[in-house]
């Protein structure tokens, strides 16, 4: 048993996202000053970093700053700046892990070379075949957790079953489902529905120690009738964006409605704050970000306009993993499995 | 060129869908009331048909019945009904078409079962691998038409190329789009991102006589900066589905939320009748059913709760897409390629 209050050391990339290294710093403040039992270490070009906490007047025991020259920006193609850039914030967060001197990494740096470089520098778990990334999207009861999302596009039936038995530990674990529904997209409900890949995970999950409900569609993944649904990495990330847009469309239609009269600009300035109270959870900044799953090691990824709300919300959810051991535990079922 | 007054015969299929016969034959009527340029057939049970036409004092010159004496269900098989049904009213609607008595099938019976009846009796276009269903997915600007969504989930990438060039010719014929804009569903802009058969697709594509601007990302399909979207159908059905069950959820969140207090539900209620005005392209009824492509001659086919509106817009869609001659583009844009 693990001491609940020890300190978990985690890396925070300084350098990624559309507003680094502002946001990174804030956020990495703010988790920080709320939870005494985390170190964060900022890795990023230190001078600027020193001036962002200077000016905010942030100086806090658990805040570390690990200096980085190099930095990954999102037109970097991840194979390439791997060899190019090997002290990038990213490559040098991640090396901390890899030493031992951090648990965790939190990047809302280009997804790819966060992906790849965790890959690269942590290794996967033993009987994991791909890393896989996983997202959440709104349900009528809550929310779904939709992997892989883009990990990896040519998916074999094997990385499916191992979608499913990362995911099932990580709903139980991280997001306290008990028992959570785990389901394989497919084009019908039926075990005949399928492509071939879908056909023969199927098979595989049927054994599985997991609470398989069998195939559900692509109406199911809002319905909140399933907890976790498992799918290739192509279908997953145009699924994640298609939702993400969702959420434009409405503001566009609603724009384009308000600007046929005076009235009706009030009733929809109205209406867009309800529906934003009723749809937060389709705003990605809520849910802690998309970890990476079946590293060796965690790394948790956030979309490159992340707020300093949202990760600071990553670098807890980041925590929340090492707390809960979940590679552990991936590892240990895997082993049961084989 | 056609005598733009002909008569066009359509057969609809009366026993499909979850309210037959009523709505196919309501719909039967309003469509041959609207319009004397068409004949429209209904197929099935003739006894039952009579009946409603008698009840709602229907007697129009335009409305034929053909009688069938077996209908097919949500639940039959497709490929054991083709042989166990023979006279289904699917079938005997068909083998009108393929006799020359009808030029077009519009059913809202079980899509599986339209799509292999239909692939059987009519035949494809020569150069067409696979026939394609297309639906329309809403945008900021309107809709996009988005194929396949669910004829063949195994696709190569040679079906793509084709879906791309139906989709073309659809869009620009039937939907009035000047030279529509052609992207391949991927994850990624950029022509190195993609899966195995949308890399080898898209070198296909870069080739093709129509407005191909490469891949284009999920959030690209309701963004209104592209007409036709391409995928294989396992992908286009799950996202159909998926798009088809975002007004349930919003829905459902409005529910919710009127559920806390009585002004929220007074409010909720007014929201919900703005957002179903504002969103009216979300709703499938309006877009005239989803034509199968491809083959030699015009299915058009409907979701099973159509209403008799929506039931009509199919008819006129199948008038629509013979009066233009669509195949005949289709046939000649395939053998200008080879």
């Known amino acids: 048993m693990q001491d609940p209050n020890r300190v978990i050391r985690i890396a925070v990339d300084a ?52 200096n980085a020259n190099e930095f990954i920006t999102m037109e970097d193609l991840p194979s390439e700046v791997y060899k190019t850039k090997p002290d990038s914030s990213l490559n040098v967060a991640l090396r901390m892990q890899r030493n031992k001197e951090a648990e965790a990494l939190v990047s809302t740096s280009n997804t790819g070379a966060v992906l790849l470089h965790s890959t690269l520098k942590l290794g996967r778990i033993s009987g994991i075949g791909r890393a896989t990334i996983s997202a959440m999207i709104p349900s009528q009861t809550g929310s779904t957790l939709l992997l892989d999302v883009g990990a990896t596009v040519d998916c074999r039936p094997a990385h499916l079953f191992e979608y499913a038995i990362m995911g099932s530990i990580y709903s139980r674990d991280i997001l306290k489902i008990d028992k959570p529904r785990v389901g394989l997209l497919s084009v019908g409900e ?22 398989f409900i069998g195939n559900v569609e692509g109406r ?35 724009i384009q409605y308000s600007e046929t009269g005076f009235t009706k600009k009030i009733w929809a300035g109205m209406i867009s704050k309800t529906l934003k109270k009723i749809l937060k959870t389709f705003d990605y900044q809520e849910h802690g970000g998309a970890p990476l799953l079946g590293l060796n090691g965690v790394s948790v990824i956030g979309h490159g306009a992340s707020t300093p709300y949202a990760i600071k919300k990553m670098i807890f959810r980041a925590e929340d993993m090492i707390r809960n051991d979940i590679n552990g535990k991936i590892a240990e079922a895997l082993k049961k499995i084989k």
Not at 20 to 45: D, K, Q, T
Not at 190 to 211: D, H, Q, R, S
């Open 15 to 66: 350098m990624g996202g559309d507003f680094a290294p502002e946001y990174p710093v804030l956020a990495s403040a703010e988790a920080a000053r709320e939870n005494s039992n985390i170190e964060v270490i900022i890795v990023g070009m230190e001078k600027r970093i020193r001036e962002i906490l200077e000016k905010n007047s942030i100086d806090l025991p658990n805040i570390r700053i690990v």
């Open 190 to 211: 039926e075990k005949v529905k399928g492509n071939e890949v879908t056909l023969e995970a199927f098979e595989m999950l049927e054994k599985a120690p997991i609470n």
């Open 220 to 254: 199911d993944i809002t319905r909140g009738s399933v907890d976790v649904v498992v799918c290739d990495g192509f279908t997953g990330n145009i699924i994640l964006k298609f939702a993400e847009s969702v959420l434009d469309l409405l503001k566009a239609r609603l």
